[in-house]
């Protein structure tokens, strides 16, 4: 490839990554159909409206790469973090498991808006949406299952779904929900500061919950009422 092939060709990619990016927010801030791609590229510095679709087809075509983006560089966090589950070297598979929390964490740092833009998708009454959706996000919530199936924790098979939900909105909660944060703690949820503080809080927690034993729930004691017949 020749210089100037590999100059068009960065350009290209660093357009198509600008042009990501601003969707990632738009469609955050206003769902799929509230979003407009006359704003996107506006926002990207694109001539118009027009110059967009020579990156992407159409409208589902870019709300399609937004998600599929940062799903798809989720998924392999968990080989990078040299996740080894390991019933026999629980200190190896706790620093796995915080290896993988700090790479999740600091992809939503650098991408604050993914968080948001999971969750509003669910919320998404679009029918093309809706169909997307559940194909594009099955796959890390699978993954999540399994990791949990063969970490040796102390919860039962049947009860693995419902922690991997939790410990989703564990982890993308805090950035999904900044700016309600925001509001009702009086400090910037994105601030140095503020985002350590959670980290940490995010390891003691999982940790907690993957090692803990679940009890079952004690059955409610009927409480007899001053004056009542014993």
Request: proline share 5%; hydrophobic share 45%.
């Amino acid at each position: 490839m020749t210089a100037m092939r590999a100059a068009i060709a960065a350009e290209i990619t660093s357009t198509r990554e600008a042009i990501l990016d601003a969707a990632e927010q738009r469609f955050a801030d206003d769902g799929f159909a509230g979003a407009s791609v006359r704003d996107i590229a506006r926002d990207v510095g694109l001539r118009n409206q027009a110059s967009l679709y020579h990156y992407f087809e159409n409208k589902e075509a870019l709300y399609e790469a937004v998600l599929a983006r940062g799903i798809d560089a989720l998924l392999p966090l968990w080989q990078t973090a040299g996740l080894v589950i390991d019933e026999s070297a629980e200190d190896e598979r706790a620093g796995a498991i915080g290896a993988y929390l700090d790479r999740v964490f600091d992809y939503l740092v650098a991408h604050p808006h993914l968080a948001r833009l999971i969750e509003r998708a669910g919320l998404d009454q679009d029918r093309f949406v809706a169909g997307a959706v559940p194909r594009l996000l099955r796959p890390l919530y699978l993954q999540g299952v399994e990791v949990l199936r063969g970490a040796a924790t102390s919860w039962q098979p049947s009860q693995l779904p419902y922690l991997a939900t939790g410990l989703f909105h564990l982890i993308f909660g805090y950035f999904a929900n900044a700016s309600l944060l925001q509001a009702v703690l009086d400090e910037d949820p994105h601030s140095t500061q503020m985002l350590e503080r959670q980290r940490t809080f995010l390891k003691a927690a999982v940790a907690r919950l993957l090692d803990g034993t679940p009890t079952t729930p004690a059955s409610p004691r009927l409480v007899r009422k001053q004056g009542a017949p014993r």
